[in-house]
């Protein structure tokens, strides 16, 4: 098959060493086999897979894309054999729905040490499926489903037809240094555990991550642009350090048609997926956000996709928000398990717009404040800054246990009433600091 090239195999010290010293540090640094393919004209759905079936049956390997276009329909991974890119390679998907196999572009099922490295590019097409959901949408780009020890490193996946990354009862996961460009969801986990996603760079059109029941998860250094939430997550352990989000989004929802970005963290833990983890142990810090139009949503009661168990404890550290619509919108659960507390951080919200409050994903919010909540066990909040014209409170938070403000900074045109609080069994307030905001 004049496509692949076996380039080393068990047993050879030198051509072993030679693949270390290509790959460098994005390869594991145990390589059976490896196998270089180039590209050819027309669909090479099965020679790329061949290939694959190869090097799994040396023990394990690398499949490696040299520099050109890559024309395929799905590719079906194995366990121990990673697929590498080289510089300048394309893996372009047919546009032929006919073409897939398992909704996927690339498919792993039940699979252990599984790779997909390099500085090529992932390219789905925007595939068209006329039964696909929503009408049109085609395969996954990257779907996994009961895989452990994964990798995904330093590739760009564009044009996805679905989800950019779909895991599903997938544990040990390393994302790191992936670009996403376009599509829908990037990143999507459900049931998922111990991922750890670094210096990633998503600019999707739907949820830049999301996912339900996961455990243990840390997200650091990455960019997050999207025209729908960076974050609608159900996680139980969950970190963000050091993270970029904005709006508006660079691709256009595809269905809604619209670039606004609505909020940069959304609860999610749909009732369908019989979920059984409530979400908690959040730490968001050293974040900033950027005319995105909710920072944080939680609404138990009556949100999209919410309702499934409750979020107990999240803690922000450091954030700062400009230009949003709305700081914390949140509604939790009759028996009061939510608790957040709040730290050294400023949220201004985006002047010049006509906002009341009105709705979020269909559900009415509590009211046009920067900070409201409802239902809450305790809310701390310390070395908080909220900045809004108007004569509106700031903060409007009601039906809880307990509240506290220590050097909260309030900048409003309405000093006297920036917040209203009623039915909370326990406020301490100190440190209180009132001004109006600067002429313009």
């Not at 499926?129 to 996946?157: D, M, S, V, W, Y």
């Not at 037809?161 to 969801?185: F, T």
């Not at 509604?331 to 939510?338: N, T």
Request: proline letters at 3%.
């Amino acid at each position: 098959m004049k496509n692949r090239k076996i380039i080393s195999s068990p047993g050879s010290l030198f051509l072993g060493i030679t693949v270390l010293l290509l790959l460098s540090a994005t390869e594991p640094a145990v390589s059976k086999s490896v196998i270089v393919l180039t590209p050819e004209s027309g669909l090479m759905t099965e020679a790329i897979n061949a290939a694959v079936d190869q090097c799994s049956a040396n023990g394990g390997g690398i499949v490696r894309f040299s520099r050109g276009t890559y024309l395929s329909g799905t590719i079906e991974l194995k366990s121990n054999v990673t697929i590498f890119f080289d510089k300048g390679a394309i893996l372009q998907g047919s546009d032929k729905y006919s073409d897939y196999r398992n909704d996927a572009f690339i498919f792993g099922k039940e699979l252990s040490n599984i790779s997909i490295q390099g500085e090529g590019v992932i390219d789905g097409v925007d595939c068209y499926n006329p039964k696909g959901e929503e009408g049109f949408r085609g395969p996954h780009c990257i779907r996994l489903i009961n895989c452990r020890n994964i990798q995904i490193k330093a590739i760009t996946i564009k044009n996805s037809a679905n989800w950019a990354i779909n895991c599903r009862y997938c544990s040990g996961a390393v994302v790191e240094n992936v670009s996403i460009r376009g599509g829908h969801d990037g990143l999507h986990t459900r049931f998922c555990d111990n991922f750890t996603v670094k210096g990633c760079d998503f600019r999707t059109g739907d949820d830049a991550f999301a996912g339900n029941d996961n455990r243990d998860f840390v997200i650091t250094d990455c960019k997050v642009n999207t025209s729908c939430n960076g974050f609608r997550m159900g996680c139980l352990n969950f970190t963000v350090k050091r993270c970029q989000i904005w709006g508006p989004g660079e691709s256009v929802h595809k269905i809604q048609k619209r670039n606004n970005m609505l909020a940069a963290f959304l609860h999610f833990s749909p009732k369908d997926e019989n979920p059984k983890l409530q979400s908690g142990n959040w730490l968001i810090e050293d974040v900033t956000v950027e005319n995105v139009d909710q920072f944080y949503v939680y609404n138990f009661k009556d949100g999209l996709w919410q309702t499934g168990q409750p979020v107990t404890n999240v803690q922000f550290k450091n954030v700062k928000a400009t230009g949003v619509l709305g700081a914390f919108n949140i509604i939790g659960d009759l028996d009061l398990k939510f608790n957040l507390k709040l730290e050294n951080s400023s949220f201004a919200f985006r002047e010049g717009v006509d906002y009341k409050g009105e709705t979020f994903e269909g559900a009415k919010l509590l009211s046009p404040a920067l900070f409201n909540a409802s239902s809450f066990g305790l809310i701390e909040l310390r070395k908080v800054t909220l900045t809004k014209q108007g004569s509106t409170p700031l903060m409007n938070c009601n039906s809880g246990n307990s509240m506290v403000l220590d050097q909260i900074y309030f900048i409003s045109d309405n000093s006297s009433e920036s917040y209203l609080f009623d039915k909370i069994k326990n406020t301490k307030l100190t440190k209180i600091k009132f001004s109006q905001p600067e002429p313009k």
